[in-house]
């Protein structure tokens, strides 16, 4: 099993940056409005899953890999 700890999102952050010839700042806020996009999807399976992953709250994008990561089966 591949174990992806926190601080591996912002290697990756880091890494997408690169490979995209930007600022990691400019992947936060793509990927921030990403992550406020699924939020308010309206679709209500969706949202319920969203809801069930984060909550309430809206996740970092940092958060937000870390936890999509958890779920996937490689």
Known sequence: MLRFKKKD?????????????????????????????????DDPDKQAEFQRLFGNRTPSPEEFIYTISKKLKV
């Open 9 to 41: 999102s912002k290697e990756l952050l880091k890494r997408v940056a690169k490979i995209h010839g930007c600022s990691v700042s400019e992947i936060r806020e793509e990927m921030q409005y990403a992550i406020e996009e699924a939020r308010n999807n």
